[in-house]
């Protein structure tokens, strides 16, 4: 007799629904010649002093647990790298604590801070585990939809009329995945004065605070007011180039910090000790190679947003991260739609719209976190597939 296992399952977590980035990458996975601007993470590899760093930590016998919070050594290094790049100040032995990536910082704060029925803010289109993990930890996410009509930017009107009285706090992500819009100071300010009249707090993904090309970024925790309020999220993956390191950090007032650093004694102890001394090498001597990688970003961005508007898929220009999220409606498809023929008639996998959130259908997520010949490869295509739909087709002009 076969086990039935449902009585055994967490109702919250078989109710999750699985992630809608992973079936078209499980799918490109089966196929040949396939050009994938699917996945959020860099194409470079880690800076080689980094790595370097780790297999000397590996050979010198750092292989024991850290403090649960992370070497404090390289708190401190986090310390003066929040300090100098952005303005905002933490002290390294009670305000900062080293992760298994950002993912798991996100998680820690919203465990920390959600009791039952706790609702939280999530500006949509919103990176898939944002809901996911405000469920996990007993709370109810309230989506808040954006449009390309506003640069997918939130409103203080939008954020205020979605408070009710179970609101505990908003999640932001600036620059945000997958629109790439960057909320600049002036529009953190006035988001800013609706969550200190409400009382709430921010957990504020910053991960991708290094890859923002038109201006100056500014964190959440340098506005006036809301330093006590915010918890900073933030890590290695994106601007270093370290995603499968799994390193992340977080920031924020010493009360929510004890409670946090609590959770994580229990569920995973510390960060790999050997990786720890490579993001050290990471925040101490890496500036130019982060940079380098800032200025292809940049490019390839240009590139990519003037092809699709070339093609016709209205592309609004991102500020920052390394994604476009441009509009495919005049296709007549469906997210998935388009993204399941683009994929099995040529060969280019792209993530649907509504992956992340309903106010995603109608467009597609494309990463340009890859070389310049394979995003004009994949826009030639792209371009072929849309006039092959509209009964005409035109090879683009290589743009440099």
């Known amino acids: ?45 880690t800076p080689w002093n980094i790595r370097e760093h780790a297999i000397e930590a590996i050979q010198d016998g750092y292989t024991s647990y850290t403090a649960n919070a992370g070497l404090l050594e390289l708190r401190e290094e986090i310390s003066n790298y929040l300090d100098k790049r952005f303005n905002v100040k933490y002290a390294a032995d009670d305000q900062i604590i ?51 009509e506003n640069g997918f930017a939130v409103t203080p009107e939008q954020i205020e009329a979605a408070i009710t009285d179970r609101t505990k706090a908003i999640l932001l992500c600036s620059p945000n995945n997958p629109t790439g819009t960057c909320l600049n100071r002036e529009a953190l300010t006035a988001i800013s004065q609706i969550i200190i009249k409400n009382d709430l707090l921010v957990v ?20 006036p007011g809301m330093y006590e309020r915010t918890i900073l ?24 910090i004890q409670v946090m650093v609590k959770i994580y004694q229990y569920t995973t102890m510390c960060a790999p000790h ?53 509009s495919i409606q ?31 259908e109608g467009y597609v997520r494309l990463s340009y976190a890859t070389s310049i010949d394979h995003l004009q490869e994949a826009m030639n295509r792209m371009d072929r597939f849309v006039k092959k739909l509209e009964g005409t087709h035109h090879t683009l002009e290589t743009v440099k």
């Open 330 to 360: 005049k296709t007549g498809l469906t997210s998935d739609e388009f993204a399941e023929r683009l994929l099995l008639e040529e060969r280019v996998a792209v993530v649907p719209g509504n992956a992340f959130g309903e106010s995603g």
């Open 204 to 223: 504020s993904d910053e991960i991708y605070a290094e890859l923002s090309y038109d201006g100056d970024f500014t964190s959440m925790s340098a506005i």
């Open 233 to 256: 999220i933030n890590g290695f993956s994106k601007g270093f180039a370290m995603t499968g390191w799994r390193l992340g950090f977080l920031a924020a007032p010493r009360e929510l």
């Open 98 to 148: 080293v992760t298994v990536g950002a993912s798991q910082s996100i998680d820690l704060a919203f465990r920390a801070i959600l009791n039952p029925g706790d609702e939280v803010l999530i500006i949509e289109p919103a990176f898939v585990s944002y809901s996911a993990l405000v469920t996990l930890a007993g709370g109810i996410p309230v989506p808040i939809a954006t449009s390309a």
């Open 274 to 326: 050997m990786l720890q001394r490579g993001a050290l090498e990471a925040l101490r001597n890496s500036r130019d190679q982060v940079e380098n990688m800032r200025q292809h970003y940049w490019r390839r961005r240009n590139f990519t947003v003037q092809a699709l508007n070339q093609i016709g898929l209205h592309c609004h220009t991102p500020g920052g991260a390394f994604y476009v999220f441009p």
């Open 1 to 45: 007799m076969s086990m039935q296992y449902e009585r055994f399952l967490s109702k919250t977590a078989a109710n999750l629904a699985p992630s809608g980035i992973r079936k078209f990458f499980d799918l490109a996975a089966t196929m040949e010649n396939v050009i994938s601007l699917g996945v959020g993470e860099p194409d470079f590899i």
